[in-house]
């Protein structure tokens, strides 16, 4: 169905084992009531994939596909806007405007002159910060996102429609954070990342229980039968911890989590290599853009390192080979670079009699997928779709 790649598969030999709760179910359950509040609100479609599922040779295999989320393209439109929501909220209530403002009121024009004194920035390689500036706009309040250089014009644009300003940085992605950190500080901004380090967990983990609804209205569609596998994109690990944790949540601890990052930018997997939170360096040079991240985030590891089954690094030419599957198939699927590293894991792994003992695919397997974006940049999506245009 694709063509044979190499790929690295680790099993996780600490996974199982107890460990923190990172995300509350209480703090969930809010997130949930608050997203399906928002106007526009709708579950994204869960696919099945029968050719996909005959050519893995499992019993199936779905696949969640966020392109459409509120019209921003990702999952990700689930978790900054909800985390800038909070917030505000938060923030109006410190400073004497509002004791429970709701995100409603604000986005009706409530407290507006007190809003806008606010301002949220962070960094992103394109769908987070995408988040942010829409959340910011809806509620009032202003933006300024980080990219770092090598974030497409098309992304930027894309973000900048929704009125926040953009700073473009030199370096990668951890250089933009560091460079959203440095800024906030000193102007007292406030970064709502999708990145947790020590002394900064808060507003991450409003990002990753948004990130849960997209898994809650997964585990709904298919209608209690349960995974046995889900193949996860991991950048700095936010979305694979709120799916393991969720999916625990849901159907209990025997679905198998299988973290897939880019070969270039497997931290991750390098940290389990390790047995510890380790940074990979260099400039992370993937196609893969969402998931070009060398530093895992802390909240995420600590989800991961146990609930994570295990980690797999894929090649920037499996992840191609997706897209123009799902592009190529009927019906066609709109997939982006970020969105596909869990397929080409899944295939390349089912095809190897050793990584497929390994994860334990069998012909009982149901595998779920998240196709966490849509064509986020459309010029680069048609260019590899098909490069004699
Ligand atoms: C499309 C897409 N998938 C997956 C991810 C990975 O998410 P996380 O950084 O939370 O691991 C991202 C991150 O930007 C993304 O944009």
């Not at 009531?33 to 295999?61: N, Q």
């Not at 978790?79 to 209530?93: I, S």
């Not at 973000?159 to 800024?183: F, L, M, Q, S």
């Not at 590293?341 to 390349?348: C, E, Q, R, S």
């Amino acid at each position: 169905m694709i063509p044979d790649r190499p790929a690295r598969l680790l099993l996780n030999r600490r996974h199982g084992t107890p460990g923190v709760v990172v995300l509350p179910e209480s703090g969930f359950r809010r997130a949930r009531a608050e997203i399906a509040s928002w106007p526009g609100y709708a579950p994204t479609p869960l696919l099945p994939l029968e050719d996909v599922a005959a050519a893995a040779r499992v019993a199936a295999v779905h696949w969640k596909d966020e392109g459409g989320r509120f019209g921003l393209g990702s999952f990700k439109a689930l978790g900054g806007a909800y985390a800038v929501a909070r917030l505000l909220v938060a923030e109006l209530a410190r400073r004497g405007v509002a004791n429970a403002a709701t995100t409603a009121e604000l986005a009706g024009g409530a407290h507006r002159d007190a809003v806008r004194e606010i301002t949220v920035t962070c960094a992103t390689d394109g769908n987070h910060g995408r988040s942010v500036a829409w959340g910011a706009e809806r509620f009032g309040c202003r933006c300024v996102i980080f990219v770092h250089e090598t974030v497409s014009q098309g992304r930027r644009d894309a973000i900048a429609r929704y009125g926040a300003e953009i700073r473009v940085v030199p370096g990668n992605y951890d250089d933009a954070v560091r460079a959203a950190a440095k800024t906030a500080e000193a102007e007292g901004w406030f970064v709502v990342s999708d990145t947790s380090y020590e002394g900064y967990t808060e507003i991450p983990r409003d990002v990753m229980q948004g990130y849960r609804v997209m898994v809650d209205e997964a585990a709904d569609q298919l209608q209690g039968a349960a995974p046995t596998h889900a193949f996860i994109q991991g950048g700095v690990g936010g979305v694979a911890a709120a799916v393991a944790i969720h999916l625990r949540a849901r159907f209990g601890a025997e679905v198998k989590i299988i973290v897939v990052e880019p070969e270039r930018a497997a931290c991750l997997l390098a940290s389990a290599e390790a047995g510890e939170a380790v940074a990979v360096p260099g400039d992370l040079d993937t196609l893969m853009a969402g998931l070009a991240c060398g530093e895992p985030s802390l909240l995420a590891w600590q989800e991961l390192e146990r609930g994570a089954f295990a980690f797999m690094a894929v090649s920037d030419d499996s992840a191609v080979d997706c897209m123009r599957l799902l592009a190529r198939r009927r019906p066609a699927i709109t997939a982006g670079e970020s969105a596909v590293a869990g397929l080409a894991a899944l295939l390349l792994a089912a095809r190897e009699p050793m990584s497929r003992a390994m994860l334990g695919l069998d012909p009982e397997s149901r595998v779920l997928l998240f196709g966490t974006e849509g064509a986020t940049d459309p010029d680069l999506y048609a260019r590899l779709i098909d490069p004699s245009d």
